[in-house]
């Protein structure tokens, strides 16, 4: 079992930058890959990023591409997303997930955390 526990979000003007944090509660961490999702106001969850699980292999949804970078530390058992040049459609609650594959869908990840309010606001 993991526990995932998401921080760093908040407020911030579009054009600001945030650095969101997952924190897992497992010494098997590293062999887990990582994924971030935001999901809107009345809105579905939608990928965000993910990262294998040496952090050698990234990927990123469209909307998010060059502004946003993702990073893992395994020995603080920690994955980041630094979101920079934000814009008022990134406002979403973000989550992080563990999984086994590097996918963009949800329900591939068998671990979640209770995800971090991200508002940018214009």
């Known amino acids: 079992q993991v526990q995932l526990v998401e921080s760093g979000g908040g407020l911030v003007q579009a054009g600001g930058s945030l650095t969101l944090s997952c924190a897992a509660s497992?010494?098997?961490?590293?062999?887990?890959?990582v994924g971030w999702f935001r999901q809107g106001s009345g809105k579905g969850r939608e990928f965000v990023a993910a990262?294998?699980?040496?952090?050698?292999?990234?990927s990123y949804a469209v909307s998010v591409k060059g502004r946003f970078t993702i990073s893992r530390d395994n020995a603080k058992n920690t994955v980041y997303l630094q979101m920079n040049s934000l814009k008022p459609e990134d406002t979403a609650i973000y989550y992080c997930?563990?999984?086994?594959?590097?996918?963009?869908?949800?329900?591939?990840?068998?671990?979640w955390g209770q995800g971090t309010q991200v508002t940018v606001s214009s």
């Open positions: 997930a563990g999984g086994v594959l590097m996918v963009t869908t949800t329900s591939v990840y068998n671990y």
């Open positions: 497992a010494r098997t961490f590293s062999t887990y890959v």
């Open positions: 990262i294998s699980r040496s952090g050698t292999s990234t």
